[in-house]
């Protein structure tokens, strides 16, 4: 099974700031790499997927990275309304989800 | 619009069965892979099942194999898990969410229904 892991599980950054997510996959997974956006009470909604395609209607402050095991999801001017917990999630053998990086606002 | 509308959740006690369904609208059902995606309360988000979209391929997670179900009805848009031998592990909120084609990214999800097996 192919195991996921980002990092940090937690992050506080100001409004205005620069946030990098990072997500390590246990074996290569090409670029089968999905990111998620979950608020409090919400079912998640899809940001990126393939790495780096931004999905339709998702801001372009976001953008993904990466490809092989390692991958970055990056917020380029953090706004209150991007507070929420991020996942990656591969899709090259099967689903799995990391476990998940909680975003605050400062 | 596409749709996705849980239903079936609710308390169960260790060892029982429940079955949730998943009613979809707003694109060709038969045409896209599904999946069932839980979360225990205040924890991550867990991939449990997947179906393909004819439904001849069926897939799951290690923590389920064997215990769960799923099925789909391509004639009523419809999307099945049927739980056995549940287990305290098991309360979560269950979402079903679609694939955008095989296994790909989800691009759409339900509201999520939720289980809670406790005596």
């Known amino acids: 099974d192919i195991q996921m892991t980002q990092s940090p599980s937690t992050l506080s950054a100001s409004v205005g700031d620069r946030v990098t997510i990072t997500c390590r996959a246990s074996?290569?997974?090409?670029?089968?790499l999905a990111w998620y956006q979950q608020k409090p009470g919400k079912a998640p909604n899809l940001l990126i997927y393939?790495?780096?395609s931004l999905e339709s209607g998702v801001p372009s402050r976001l953008s993904g990275s990466g490809s092989g095991t390692e991958f970055t999801l990056t917020i380029s001017s953090l706004q209150p309304d991007d507070s929420a917990t991020y996942y990656c999630q591969q899709y090259n053998s099967y689903w799995t989800f990391g476990q998940g990086t909680k975003v605050e606002i400062k | 619009e596409v749709q996705l509308l849980e239903s079936g959740g609710g308390l169960v006690q260790p060892g029982g069965s429940l079955r949730l369904s998943c009613a979809a609208s707003g694109f060709t059902f038969s045409s896209y892979a599904m999946t069932w995606v839980r979360q225990a309360p205040g924890k991550g988000l867990e991939w449990v099942s997947g179906i393909s979209n004819s439904g001849g391929n069926t897939y799951y997670s290690d923590s389920v194999e064997g215990r769960f179900t799923i099925s789909r009805d391509n004639s009523k848009n419809t999307l099945k898990l049927q739980m056995n031998s549940l287990r305290a592990e098991d309360t979560a909120v269950y979402y079903c969410?679609?694939?955008?084609?095989?296994?790909?990214?989800?691009?759409?999800w339900g509201q999520g229904t939720l289980v809670t097996v406790s005596s």
């Open positions: 969410a679609k694939s955008w084609k095989g296994i790909h990214q989800l691009d759409y």
């Open positions: 393939k790495a780096s």
């Open positions: 074996q290569s997974i090409s670029s089968w």
